[in-house]
């Protein structure tokens, strides 16, 4: 069946809370100790209001999604973000025809 | 490697989920039940229990891992399974009752929140495990937590059983009056259809069809709020810009239930059903079917132009939610549900909404009263009467019909009752005080309606 697409290993990240030095840095350093790539970044303040959304490829980490989502979102509270990791296909399936 | 989405489309669906109450209602395994057939008691109770749980056993956790891989809530995990009434045609009504614990045990056991399915299809007629079915459904709804039961009164190619209409009636009541220190919720796991959907989702009424293959994945979506937010957001939108919005709406609503359907079916190797792109609100503030009419530029749900904005709705949705599903049954519509929705209940209580504009409502969404407390001291017969005006509606225009109905027992017109969790709470509403009785007496079948001459 067409609408079945082999799924990729790439996943979403969106990140959101007060601004503060490092969010980005943090992430970083967290999906490179799991061997996680990072595809693409894009990031904006608004009123002190950080926004950050990435786009990764689990493909070689070392946590399967649920956990990465999991431990970001956990450590994320700690900071005051808001930590959401998805697989991309929500989005996908949501937004393309 | 291209980046295909714009921060505004990642930003609505988060959006969706975590403002405005989207997500997947249930994934419901329906499970044959018709190779556990066999004569003596003992070993077909075994036989159900042990084939539920064999066929389930990975649902709740699969459910739970597909939710957090997408990061959107899957708020119930539910089983279906083939009519008990045909499953076991040979037993009494205690041997129904058995029959409905083994299934609750099995529930128990899976962690799910629901199994339907204590269920017969009588529209032409009894056969004597319907009779038995329908006698152990008071028993059998009093003493399990997960059960929930159907009943199929009429179709629109066979016509109205009125013996099912009145007996049904009597059942109801009964229901209520034995679960009544819990405000009769009985009642409230009791569905009697016209027409029903062999593949549904929803309980109370869901069962596994004859016709369904062995085992099989059915989701059902929610998402009232994100319609409610759309249509709220363009107050000056004319009708067809109207039903474009929700159109679009509809279609990302459904292809959650899509995306949903397809991982679940994948990860516990069951074919795919259906989506049903039903609009289902639940009591939580801002997820209501009535807040949508009422944006729509109505004072309170159930003033003059209900019917039509509804009618608007129900449609948009069907048009919506069918191109982004491969697989589209169930029920399939807008709900309106009085006590699962705080928009419905609101406008019961300050008199915009009543039991008569109710009906007229059902003549053009899914799928019929809902969830509805009447004074408990109504009679059998005006239940039956209301049955029968609601099947009659679903057989003359080919869709499906539903009664779940509470009498609140000791309780009068304007006092509450209060059922907890999705089922929320309802204030009780008047039925009229004139006697249906010896309409309903006269027993036999209203039959089946001319399909041509559609006027």
Known sequence: ?97 | MTITFAREEIQQTIKMIHEENLDIRTITMGISLLDCVTEDINSLERKIYDKVVKKASHLVTVGEQISSRYGIPIINKRVSVTPIAIAAAHLSSEGMVRIAKALDRAANELGINFIGGFSALVQKGFTEGDLALIDAIPQALSETNFVCSSVNIGTTKAGINMDAVKRMGEVILNCAQKTSAQDGIGAAKLVVFCNAPEDNPFMAGAFHGVGEPDCVINVGVSGPGVVAKVVKEFPDADFGELSNLIKQTAFKITRMGELIGRAASKALQVPFGIVDLSLAPTPAIGDSVAEILENMGLERCGTHGTTAALALLNDAVKKGGAMASSHVGGLSGAFIPVSEDAGMVKAVEVGALDLDKLEAMTCVCSVGLDMIAVPGDVSSETISAIIADEAAIGMINKKTTAVRIIPAIGKKAGERVEFGGLLGGAPVMNVHPFSSKTFINRGGRIPAPITSLSN
């Open chain 1, 1 to 97: 069946m067409t609408m079945i697409r082999e799924e990729s290993g790439r996943a979403i990240i969106t990140v959101i809370g007060r601004d503060q030095i490092g969010i980005i840095a943090w992430v970083a350093t967290k999906l490179a100790e799991y061997n996680v790539n990072i595809l693409d970044i894009s990031q904006t303040i608004l009123k002190e209001f950080f926004t950050m959304i990435m786009v990764v490829d689990l493909k070689s980490s070392t946590l399967e999604l649920v956990e990465l989502a999991n431990t970001l979102e956990q450590e994320g509270l700690n900071k005051g973000l808001q930590v959401k990791v998805q697989h991309e296909d929500i989005f996908t399936y949501m937004h393309r025809i």
